[in-house]
């Protein structure tokens, strides 16, 4: 079909070639005959006044006609230019539309993959990351609280569980591409609706369960700890996370590990859960730079020791 689209525009150019050369000649006759009439008028300037007369009533005809067969075919050159610009479209249109590659159809499903790794529980940890339990609470609590959906093309098990083998192995789009047997356009789409969705979970769960801190940790209360333990609220240290960055941010996101990165800082409890995250610095700045900005932007999220502590004491001690 692509070469018939290519014969027919062929054609079509030929065609309005052959019109631009016809109205060329066209032009070229009338200039001709303008000079033999030129020429006629000198060389009969002693004739009668009738034959003047008569010879100019011809001359006008002539010119008449010429008009309207110029204007016809620059008329036709206009419908062949339109018909060529409308044909170029359309095989456009044909490539990028209708001229696809046949329907891949894998050998096993893409739920299928993800449901017999999923059973298999060091399958399940090596592929996602986490075990069969929590990607099942994960799962429940993003299609019922964070707007994660099935579609009539995907489920949002095997959504999930792509946007995990993505993360956890630092999957490739191509990869996820041919293991999933997916277009790279619809691995993009579904990517982004799940990071959403987690997105939105981060921001209800990365914070303290006591802003006031009213209650001493039970860990803390061991002698092991107490006294000198009293009142800390967690652990706060930065951390460097590979990353790929355009090549114009290359040196700014190079660290002293000598590969590009981002500084990460990140505070947690004695839960082992995290309350405080901001990414997104470039691995070369420093981390007390990282630490400053967030108090001084995120001061309202940031998790503040109970009154009566010295947190600069502590803090500088513990980030020299």
């Not at 009293?230 to 700014?252: E, L, M, R």
């Amino acid at each position: 079909m692509v070469n018939l689209w290519s014969d027919a525009v062929c054609c079509l150019c030929v065609q309005v070639n052959d019109v631009n050369a016809a109205t060329l000649e066209g032009d070229g006759t009338k200039d001709d005959d303008d000079d033999s009439e030129q020429g006629s008028d000198d060389d009969s300037s002693d004739s009668a006044s009738l034959e003047d007369d008569d010879s100019s009533d011809s001359d006008s005809s002539d010119d008449e006609d010429a008009a309207i067969e110029e204007y016809f075919l620059r008329a036709q050159k206009r419908r062949w230019q339109m018909v060529l610009t409308a044909s170029m479209i359309g095989m456009i249109h044909f490539d990028k539309y209708m001229n696809k590659a046949e329907y891949r159809v894998p050998k096993e499903s893409r739920y299928e993959w993800v449901m017999r790794n999923l059973g298999n529980r060091t399958g399940c940890y090596n592929m996602f990351r986490m075990h069969r339990n929590v990607f099942d609470k994960l799962h429940n609590v993003l299609v019922e609280s964070y707007g994660l959906k099935s579609t009539c093309k995907m489920s949002s098990v095997e959504a999930l569980g792509m946007f995990l083998w993505i993360c956890g192995g630092q999957q490739a789009v191509r990869q996820v591409e041919n293991r999933f047997t997916r277009s790279l356009k619809t691995v993009s789409r579904k990517f982004e609706k799940v990071l959403a969705s987690v997105s939105k979970l981060a921001a209800d769960i990365i914070r303290t369960i006591d802003p006031h801190f009213r209650s001493v940790h039970q860990r803390l209360q061991s002698p092991r700890f107490s006294p000198f333990f009293d009142k800390c609220i967690g652990a706060i240290d930065g951390t460097h996370v590979p990353v790929v960055v355009p090549t114009n941010q290359v040196v700014q996101h190079t660290g002293r590990h000598g590969y590009t990165t981002q500084n990460v800082l990140a505070i947690c409890d004695f839960n082992m859960r995290f309350t405080f995250v901001v990414a997104g610095w470039p691995g070369s700045v420093h981390d007390m730079r990282v630490f400053k900005d967030a108090i001084e932007k995120y001061d309202d999220k940031f998790p503040h020791p109970p009154e009566g502590i010295d947190v600069s004491y502590h803090l500088l001690f513990h980030l020299d």
